[in-house]
């Protein structure tokens, strides 16, 4: 099969099944409360909200939000920089480690539970494609025009 069939395929199986993939990408998503609960848990350095807002791709005023939330739920706590009194430092509370970790392994379980169902060859292609898929985009290669 050539790409531009391959194209008009994963157009249709686009198309055909919107809803499905949508629960994937919801699944998948990492822009959320939890995302960046999970991501904030892996950093090993000093974290501001700039450092959400560029790894994450989000506004300003998406991230106040999500912080917000994050610390009426007592997940996090910002502390005043002791170099830049300007900046808060973002912490997770002994809470929000506890919740991070729980949803990491619930994530990792959902994952193994895909690949278990896809067998060892298939989930090794699948993880090695969407590699490669990744490296693309970061690359420059876009998805659609509307990616644009």
Same mark, same amino acid.
């Given at each position: 099969?050539?790409i531009?069939?391959?194209? #008009?395929?994963?157009?249709?199986?686009?198309?055909?099944?919107a809803?499905?993939?949508t629960?994937? @990408?919801n699944?998948?998503s990492m822009?959320?409360e939890m995302? *960046?609960?999970l991501?904030?848990?892996?950093?090993?350095?000093?974290?501001? @909200?700039?450092?959400?807002?560029?790894?994450?791709?989000?506004?300003p005023?998406r *991230?106040?939000?999500i912080?917000?939330?994050?610390e009426?739920r007592?997940l996090? *706590?910002?502390?005043?920089?002791t #170099?830049?009194?300007?900046?808060?430092?973002?912490?997770l509370?002994k809470?929000? #480690?506890?919740?991070?970790n729980e949803l990491?392994?619930?994530?990792?379980?959902?994952? @193994?539970?895909?690949?278990?169902?896809?067998?060892?060859?298939?989930?090794s292609?699948g993880?090695?494609?969407?590699?490669? #898929?990744?490296?693309?985009i970061?690359?420059? *290669?876009?998805l659609?025009t @509307?990616?644009?």
């Amino acid at each position: 099969m050539d790409i531009d069939s391959m194209a #008009v395929e994963l157009s249709q199986m686009h198309i055909d099944n919107a809803k499905l993939l949508t629960q994937i @990408a919801n699944a998948l998503s990492m822009s959320g409360e939890m995302g *960046v609960l999970l991501w904030l848990s892996q950093q090993k350095s000093r974290t501001y @909200a700039t450092d959400i807002i560029k790894h994450f791709g989000l506004t300003p005023g998406r *991230v106040a939000n999500i912080l917000k939330k994050l610390e009426q739920r007592q997940l996090i *706590v910002r502390h005043e920089d002791t #170099v830049d009194q300007r900046k808060f430092c973002i912490l997770l509370t002994k809470k929000g #480690v506890m919740y991070a970790n729980e949803l990491y392994s619930q994530m990792n379980d959902g994952h @193994a539970r895909i690949l278990a169902a896809l067998g060892q060859e298939d989930a090794s292609e699948g993880l090695r494609i969407l590699k490669r #898929v990744i490296t693309l985009i970061n690359n420059g *290669v876009k998805l659609h025009t @509307a990616d644009s």
